[in-house]
């Protein structure tokens, strides 16, 4: 069965400053990967996808993510960070050729302190 | 023109009662979804379904339901609610290709009181 872990339940960073969110999945077959941003109070955006092709991937807001199939991992970083990007990131996976039921990770809150 | 909405924003009820949530997406999308999100923010999905596939999580009560009147919507029933049904619910769609991801709605912050 696949499965997405997400290894820090929380970020801490001061503003301007680089972040990295990471995500490592499991899957026996191929697999698409999301991010996804939840801000306070709001529904889940898509920031960013990798399906195939390029394995760096750049989405909204600034943020790219790294697709490495050899460590099984799909990083998020932004190299400067602002107040704004306060919220609970989650990373997920389909596999190809699946269900089209996503599978998520349980999330990562980033804390952009001023 | 919100692409996924559902109502109500909030719903606060005692144990025991009968409550539906409402959704309907605007994007043309053929599958539609529900997911819990407890307190510690875990997404837990609860329902798939498509116009030719419901998908139902194992794990869900029986209390729950969905219903789908038209491609656009799909509505989720709640029988005699319990505390532990506490949750936001969020309902969300996507194209049936795979890769296209889903939009959210808002969400629904239930509270059984």
């Known amino acids: 069965a696949q499965s997405v872990t997400q290894l820090d339940s929380q970020v801490p960073v001061f503003e301007e400053a680089p972040v990295e969110l990471r995500c490592n999945y499991s899957?026996?077959?191929?697999?698409?990967l999301f991010w996804y941003v939840q801000y306070p109070n709001q529904g889940l955006q898509l920031l960013l996808k990798?399906?195939?092709?390029?394995?760096l991937v750049k989405g909204i807001n600034g943020f790219e993510a790294e697709f490495n199939k050899s460590q099984t991992s799909f990083h998020l970083r932004k190299p400067s960070v602002h107040i704004s990007d306060t919220a609970e990131y989650f990373c997920?996976?389909?596999?190809?050729?699946?269900?089209?039921?996503?599978?998520f990770g349980r999330g990562t809150s980033l804390i952009v302190h001023p | 023109d919100t692409a996924v909405s559902q109502t109500p924003k909030y719903l606060v009820t005692q144990m025991g009662n009968d409550k539906s949530i409402k959704c309907e997406q605007n994007?043309?999308?053929?599958?539609m979804y529900w997911y819990k999100q407890d307190s510690k923010k875990f997404l837990k999905i609860m329902f798939s379904?498509?116009?030719?596939?419901?998908?139902i999580n194992e794990t869900v009560p029986n209390r729950f339901s969905p219903k789908s009147p038209d491609k656009a919507h799909l509505n989720l029933h709640i029988n005699s609610l319990e505390l532990g049904d506490s949750a936001v619910y969020f309902c969300?769609?996507?194209?049936?290709?795979?890769?296209?991801?889903?939009?959210f709605g808002s969400g629904t912050q239930l509270s059984v009181l």
């Open positions: 969300a769609s996507s194209q049936e290709r795979q890769g296209r991801g889903l939009f």
């Open positions: 899957s026996s077959v191929s697999v698409y």
């Open positions: 990798y399906l195939s092709g390029s394995t």
């Open positions: 997920a996976l389909d596999e190809v050729g699946g269900s089209y039921i996503p599978t």
């Open positions: 994007l043309g999308h053929d599958t």
């Open positions: 379904y498509n116009n030719k596939e419901l998908i």
